[in-house]
Each structure stands twice: as C-alpha cells, then as structure tokens.
Nanobody, 113 residues
C-alpha cells in the first residue's frame, strides 16, 4: 500500500480554523476517491468527509456539514480539509485515506483554549 502523509494539524482555539493537508507521493492519486477519517481519544473511527476522484462531488458527515470543506489538487497529488468553527470535542487524530485502501499516520488536531 502507498503511504499517505498528513500535515497541518496543531492546537487551535475553539471557534478557530485549521487546514490539514494530505500528500500522496508516487501514487495514481487522480484515480481514487479520497477521504478524511478521525479518531477522538478513547473513541472509534469516525468518517468525516469524502471527495470523488475528479473533485466534482463531495460528501460530509452530519456533524461537520457547513463547517468543513474537502478539496483536492490532482496535479499536486494532494487533498485538504478546511475546518472552520472547530469545537473541543473535535480534538482527534485526523487520518487521510484513499479508496484503494492506503492510509496515513494521522495528524493531531487539538481544539482547546
């Protein structure tokens, strides 16, 4: 499996924005749906968002709809997750994943004052 690489996590105050990224070097990126999945401390995996291979369609979990925006740049083999109005309960490890089964190691997002 190809290793995906997330970056751009960090500490943000409640209500603030953050924009993690995911790089997929050496991967036929444009062929696959891409998604973001998160795991809060001591909780299971939660699907957050997904984007079609050509970027024309996007999908969101109910809890993030209207606040998060997924996007991708197939020329750069990268995808992004613009997160606005973040809440403390959204503190989690955010994973990038591809529809062919590859995952990244995750980037930590901590929402705290």
């Amino acid at each position: 499996q190809v290793q995906l690489v997330e970056s751009g996590g960090g500490l943000v105050q409640p209500g603030g924005p953050l924009r993690p990224s995911c790089a997929a070097p050496g991967f036929t990126f444009s062929s696959y749906y891409m998604r973001w999945v998160r795991q809060a401390p001591e909780k299971g995996l939660e699907w957050v968002s997904e984007i079609k291979s050509d970027g024309d369609s996007t999908y969101y979990g109910d809890s993030v709809k209207g606040r998060f925006t997924i996007s991708r740049d197939n020329a750069k083999n990268a995808q992004y997750l613009q997160m606005n109005s973040l809440k403390p309960e959204e503190t989690a490890l955010y994973y990038c994943a591809a529809s062919q089964g590859s995952w990244g190691q995750g980037t930590q997002v901590t929402v705290s004052s």
